[in-house]
DNA sequence: ATGTCTAAAGTATTTAGA
């Protein structure tokens, strides 16, 4: 069973780049984030025709996520993070598919800091953790899958001083991060290369990408009881570099 | 290391967010 998520930046823009990428690898269930469209315009028809149903929270301009299952109905059981219902942003939607369930985020980016951005930021991440302690007290298999905006150390940074000032990387961004991790939860990509630079993202701005001048924002974490199950875990560079490209490339696990 | 890309607002170009 082939899971990834991927951060898409603008569903209707990058269609094509997503179909192409969904032939090719074949995934059996995708979280996508920052769809960028409201949930009059997300291309459900086209994703149908591909052999995907989805279930997906959008808003108009910003944020938006999706769930994608191929040759399954997502079973939807939430489509907002509980613990502030003043927070209307589309940012978390969760399904169960073929008795795994899929928590697919999109945390805030949380610049400029220190400011408001960034206090939003940790509370979301906070919310995520109170979120993810209640759902893996239940024994559920569960992946929570998404754009965390955390690098969570200095290896998921490639070797710079330009991103020190930002949300990306503060020590209060990565506390939010170890703190939802804990003990319990499985970061798969790293625990499955541990030592290695793997990125998923690569800013647009001064030739990052050419320079492979990325960062791991995008992380599944596993709940204890699929850790048997964990196959492989990798991200998909290619698709970054393609033309009219996300600034993010997929990243996806393996499970037997 | 070299400031990109996109949509919205409003109808040309500026602004904001990531």
New binding site residues.
């Given amino acids: 069973m082939l899971i990834a998520t991927f951060n898409i930046?603008?569903v209707?823009?990058r269609l094509e780049n997503l179909l192409a990428w969904l032939r090719e690898a074949e995934p059996d269930v995708v979280c996508l984030q920052?769809l960028?469209c409201d949930d009059r315009s997300f291309p459900a028809a086209v994703l149908r025709q591909e052999g995907y149903e989805a279930v997906w929270k959008g808003q108009?301009?910003?944020?938006g996520v999706a769930i994608l299952a191929r040759g399954a109905e997502p079973v939807l059981t939430r489509t907002a993070l509980p613990g502030d219902p003043a927070d209307h942003q589309a940012r978390y939607i969760e399904a169960a598919v073929k008795g795994v369930l899929i928590g697919c985020l999109y945390a805030?980016?949380?610049?400029p800091q220190p400011g408001p951005?960034f206090d939003y930021k940790l509370a979301w991440l906070a919310r995520l953790r109170r979120h993810a302690t209640a759902l893996r007290r239940q024994d559920v298999p569960l992946v929570l899958a998404g754009d965390y905006?955390v690098a969570p150390t200095e290896i998921d940074v490639y070797?710079?001083?330009?991103y020190e000032d930002n949300a990306l990387v503060q020590p209060e961004s990565r506390e939010a991060f170890r703190r939802l991790v804990g003990r319990s939860w499985i970061d798969a990509i790293r625990v499955l290369h541990p030592g290695q630079r793997i990125y998923t993202f690569w800013?647009?701005?001064?030739?990052r990408w050419?320079?492979d001048?990325g960062l791991r924002l995008d992380h599944l974490l596993l709940t204890p009881n699929l850790g048997d199950r964990l196959a492989a875990a990798g991200v998909e560079r290619e698709a970054r570099g393609r033309e009219?490209a996300s600034d993010h490339a997929p990243a996806w696990i393996r499970l037997r």
């Fill in positions: 930046n603008n209707n823009k920052e960028k108009k301009s910003w944020n805030p980016n949380g610049n951005k905006n070797p710079t001083k330009s800013d647009y701005r001064r030739y050419e320079r001048a009219g």
